[in-house]
């Protein structure tokens, strides 16, 4: 039975998850085209491109730097499955160079002949220079360019100051490699740049890195903003997006025999003289793979900060890296395989300098430790630890801690190399298909109810920390409304006892007046009924006429 990738997607949970947190259109693209000459550096950017040409329906699209276009005729091809009105048009001399590589005119004839087959009706290759070239278009008038020359400083940002003139306000610049950083490749540099001078960009990690630029105020649509405009949670998931999707189609396009894709998902390939023999193992040769270990540094994880060792599949090995500058800012990352694999850690264990341990855990210990991201899923046993690596981009992170000097991170693991599409592995994430054996069915379902319980746990935890949240402000304004009716409760006390001394000293003062009245009273009714007051009548008034004269 063959999964197609619609319907497989549909029920990814990982796609699901990042869909239902950003509102972003889950991607459907299979593209016609598939790593063309043997090469696939822009592969996982493909569904992207045709979204993003969606929901901006250029009229005029313009690439710098085409090679066997990967890229470009995901452009086409979006242009024609969806009817839209665009012209495309291919700038490049297809000679190659230093970072590409050097070629002969078996490129560029495949390149003609696939145009003529499928585009030739609106997408024109203009085989010459990038300077010599501007003159062909009018300021302002390219929707999207994608520039993908030269990966120098000086070269990148030439050909990005010289055509970012031809780009009308509001229009879409795509930037290839910005996260390379080997040898003198300075897009990177470049893009930082770019960051701080304009205010709409967006990065891809993954596939050596895709920037996304608007160059400044212009027609846009909710979708956009979203785009450009989202918290980092959210730029995450749209991440997560893409970067999965890309190792679905890997699975789907390059894992399985070509007798068992779909006609319609055929995948158009370079002529046979230009894709290179694959190379045969030696029968005695073990199959090995990559454990590669990075550091948390001002980008992120990069290439230039990380560390890898070789192990041989199928063997339980001890590895140690050594970090003598620390660990950077937030956790180790481990990306432990190359391949579709199972991968056991057996014990993983941190130690400073001075050989102290700052963190150590073993077996299913290290399921409660480690955090899986990208195209790895932890599958939780009773007595081990075993992470899935099912894509391009399996991502384990440790616990971060807050050691600033020298590190070794020491790891006993195994890693078992598996057929993601006929070992029924790819049916347990995306639940497509049943599986032959019963212990891969238990393993199924143990993931599903591990999934189930999951999403119920975080809805909990969510719904709990809400509802702590809602108390915790309900308390905090009972409380302050509390205080201030206490101290409304203390400043009328205190007018109260004002008052009530107010009203005893005023009732002491009447008091007292009244006592001093009643006693000057008496002392007058006393002179008045006195015999020398009636005796002296005839003298007070001789002396009162006397007075009134």
Same mark, same amino acid.
């Given at each position: 039975?063959?999964?197609?990738?619609?319907?497989?997607?549909?029920?990814?949970?990982?796609?699901?998850?990042?869909?239902?947190?950003?509102?972003?259109?889950?991607?459907?693209?299979?593209?016609?085209?598939?790593?063309?000459?043997? %090469?696939?550096?822009?592969?996982?950017?493909?569904?992207?491109?045709?979204?993003?040409? %969606?929901?901006?329906?250029?009229?005029?699209?313009?690439?710098?730097?085409?090679?066997?276009?990967?890229?470009?005729?995901?452009?086409?091809?979006?242009?024609?499955?969806?009817?839209?009105? @665009?012209?495309?048009?291919?700038?490049?001399?297809?000679?190659?160079?230093?970072?590409?590589?050097?070629?002969?005119?078996?490129?560029?004839?495949? =390149?003609?002949?696939?145009?003529?087959?499928?585009?030739?009706?609106?997408?024109?290759?203009?085989?010459?220079?990038?300077?010599?070239?501007?003159?062909?278009?009018?300021?302002?008038?390219?929707?999207?360019?994608?520039?993908?020359?030269?990966? +120098?400083?000086?070269?990148?940002?030439?050909?990005?100051?010289?055509?970012?003139?031809?780009?009308?306000?509001?229009?879409?610049?795509?930037?290839?490699?910005?996260?390379?950083?080997?040898?003198?490749?300075?897009?990177?540099?470049?893009?930082?740049?770019?960051?701080?001078?304009?205010?709409?960009?967006?990065?891809?990690?993954? @596939?050596?890195?895709?920037?996304?630029?608007?160059?400044?105020?212009?027609?846009?649509?909710?979708?956009?903003?979203?785009?450009?405009?989202?918290?980092?949670?959210?730029?995450?998931?749209?991440?997560?997006?893409? !970067?999965?999707?890309?190792?679905?189609?890997?699975?789907?396009?390059?894992? =399985?025999?070509?007798?068992?894709?779909?006609?319609?998902?055929?995948?158009?390939?370079?002529?046979?003289?230009?894709?290179?023999?694959?190379?045969?193992?030696?029968?005695?040769?073990?199959?090995?793979?990559?454990?590669?270990?990075?550091?948390?540094?001002?980008?992120?994880? @990069?290439?230039?900060?990380?560390?890898?060792?070789?192990?041989?599949?199928?063997?339980?090995?001890?590895?140690?890296?050594?970090?003598?500058?620390?660990?950077?800012?937030?956790?180790?990352?481990?990306?432990?395989? +190359?391949?579709?694999?199972? =991968?056991?850690?057996?014990?993983?264990?941190?130690?400073?300098?001075?050989?102290?341990?700052?963190?150590?855990?073993?077996?299913?210990?290290?399921?409660?430790?480690?955090?899986?991201?990208?195209?790895?899923?932890?599958?939780?046993?009773?007595?081990?630890?075993?992470?899935?690596?099912?894509?391009?981009?399996?991502?384990?992170?440790?616990?971060?801690?807050?050691? +600033?000097?020298?590190?070794?991170?020491?790891?006993?693991?195994?890693?078992?190399?598996?057929?993601?599409?006929?070992?029924?592995?790819?049916?347990?994430?995306?639940?497509?298909?049943?599986?032959?054996?019963?212990?891969?069915?238990?393993?199924?379902?143990?993931?599903?109810?591990?999934?189930?319980?999951?999403?119920?746990?975080?809805?909990?935890?969510?719904?709990?920390?809400?509802?702590?949240?809602?108390?915790?402000?309900?308390?905090?304004?009972?409380?302050?409304?509390?205080?201030?009716?206490?101290?409304?409760?203390?400043?009328?006390?205190?007018?109260?006892?004002?008052?009530?001394?107010?009203?005893?000293?005023?009732?002491?003062?009447?008091?007292?007046?009244?006592?001093?009245?009643?006693?000057?009273?008496?002392?007058?009714?006393?002179?008045?009924? !006195?015999?020398?007051?009636?005796? +002296?009548?005839?003298?007070?008034?001789?002396?009162?006429? %006397?007075?009134?004269?």
């Amino acid at each position: 039975m063959v999964v197609s990738v619609r319907g497989a997607l549909k029920v990814s949970y990982e796609i699901q998850e990042a869909k239902a947190t950003v509102g972003w259109n889950m991607p459907t693209f299979v593209p016609r085209r598939y790593h063309p000459g043997g %090469m696939g550096t822009w592969s996982g950017h493909l569904a992207f491109a045709h979204d993003l040409i %969606m929901i901006i329906r250029p009229k005029l699209i313009v690439e710098l730097g085409t090679h066997w276009g990967e890229s470009y005729f995901t452009f086409c091809q979006t242009v024609a499955q969806d009817g839209l009105d @665009s012209i495309c048009y291919a700038i490049d001399n297809w000679r190659g160079e230093e970072h590409s590589g050097y070629y002969g005119e078996e490129v560029f004839a495949d =390149v003609v002949r696939y145009n003529e087959q499928f585009y030739r009706s609106f997408s024109y290759l203009l085989r010459t220079d990038f300077d010599e070239s501007l003159s062909k278009f009018e300021n302002q008038s390219i929707d999207l360019l994608h520039i993908d020359g030269l990966h +120098t400083y000086d070269a990148g940002s030439h050909d990005f100051r010289s055509w970012i003139p031809k780009v009308r306000p509001g229009g879409i610049v795509l930037l290839h490699d910005i996260c390379a950083r080997h040898v003198d490749f300075g897009i990177w540099q470049l893009w930082d740049e770019l960051k701080a001078e304009f205010s709409e960009t967006f990065e891809f990690h993954h @596939s050596w890195g895709l920037g996304v630029l608007r160059n400044g105020e212009g027609p846009g649509s909710p979708e956009l903003k979203t785009f450009f405009s989202s918290a980092p949670s959210v730029e995450q998931q749209i991440r997560k997006i893409y !970067s999965i999707y890309a190792s679905h189609l890997d699975n789907l396009l390059l894992r =399985v025999e070509p007798e068992a894709v779909p006609e319609s998902l055929i995948v158009a390939q370079a002529p046979s003289a230009a894709v290179a023999e694959p190379v045969a193992q030696a029968v005695d040769e073990p199959a090995r793979t990559t454990v590669q270990v990075y550091i948390s540094g001002p980008d992120a994880y @990069s290439e230039d900060k990380s560390l890898s060792q070789v192990i041989e599949i199928g063997t339980k090995t001890h590895i140690a890296f050594v970090f003598p500058d620390g660990i950077g800012s937030g956790p180790l990352r481990i990306d432990p395989a +190359t391949c579709g694999s199972m =991968v056991e850690f057996m014990s993983m264990a941190l130690h400073s300098a001075e050989d102290r341990i700052l963190w150590e855990a073993q077996g299913a210990e290290l399921c409660g430790n480690l955090l899986c991201s990208g195209t790895s899923a932890l599958l939780p046993q009773q007595n081990r630890c075993l992470v899935l690596s099912y894509g391009a981009d399996p991502q384990v992170i440790l616990p971060k801690l807050t050691e +600033t000097g020298a590190v070794r991170l020491e790891i006993t693991m195994r890693v078992d190399e598996l057929d993601l599409q006929s070992s029924g592995i790819t049916a347990v994430l995306l639940g497509a298909q049943a599986l032959a054996d019963a212990e891969c069915s238990a393993l199924r379902a143990e993931a599903m109810l591990s999934s189930s319980e999951r999403v119920l746990l975080e809805a909990e935890v969510s719904r709990v920390a809400t509802e702590r949240n809602q108390a915790w402000t309900d308390m905090t304004s009972a409380r302050a409304s509390l205080n201030g009716m206490a101290d409304e409760v203390n400043r009328m006390a205190d007018e109260v006892r004002k008052a009530e001394v107010s009203r005893k000293e005023a009732e002491e003062r009447l008091e007292g007046a009244t006592e001093k009245y009643r006693k000057e009273h008496a002392t007058l009714e006393s002179v008045l009924q !006195s015999k020398s007051w009636r005796l +002296t009548e005839p003298l007070r008034r001789i002396m009162l006429k %006397m007075r009134l004269k």
